[in-house]
């Protein structure tokens, strides 16, 4: 990707989308939504794609994604009722860990309201070490790293 500002990334950046229909619950007292349900939506999407395409039902597999790191940039205020896109793309692809990014778009919009994300370690469910990405759940995070545009 060319532009690393995350505030100029645009919907057709991101190559896996969900949608998130704001609720009540999810504004804070200040009438928007609160910092914390943007990590919420990260989680959300991440975990639908390692479920639908890289064969990970968290529950149950032997190889699961930790949270290391994670961050948010907002841009604008979103608050219920908007119904949102959530767009994710990976960053970074390593032996056993991945960086995703996520954008928050509002329905009809390009510019993101917010782009975050955060950095899985993938370890063994039951020992909790560190371990190699599967072939499976390689393919299918390498499908969302954005190809070069020449």
């Not at 975050?116 to 499908?143: C, I, M, P, Q």
Request: hydrophobic letters at 35%; charged letters at 25%; one cysteine or more.
């Amino acid at each position: 990707m060319k532009n690393e500002d995350p505030k100029a990334r645009r919907i057709e950046d991101y190559l896996y989308f969900l949608t998130y229909r704001t609720r009540w619950s999810d504004n804070d007292q200040y009438s928007h939504m609160n910092n914390a349900i943007y990590y919420h939506l990260f989680d959300s999407i991440i975990n639908a794609f390692l479920a639908e395409h890289c064969g990970i039902e968290p529950s149950s597999a032997a190889l699961i994604g930790l949270v290391v790191s994670s961050h948010c940039q907002f841009f604008r205020p979103v608050s219920f009722p908007q119904v949102l896109q959530l767009g994710m793309q990976v960053k970074k692809l390593g032996r056993s860990s991945v960086e995703y990014e996520v954008g928050v778009f509002e329905e009809g919009k390009d510019e993101p309201a917010a782009v975050g994300g955060y950095t899985h370690v993938f370890v063994d469910n039951r020992t909790r070490k560190s371990a190699a990405l599967s072939d499976e759940v390689r393919r299918g995070l390498d499908s969302l790293r954005p190809k070069s545009k020449l």
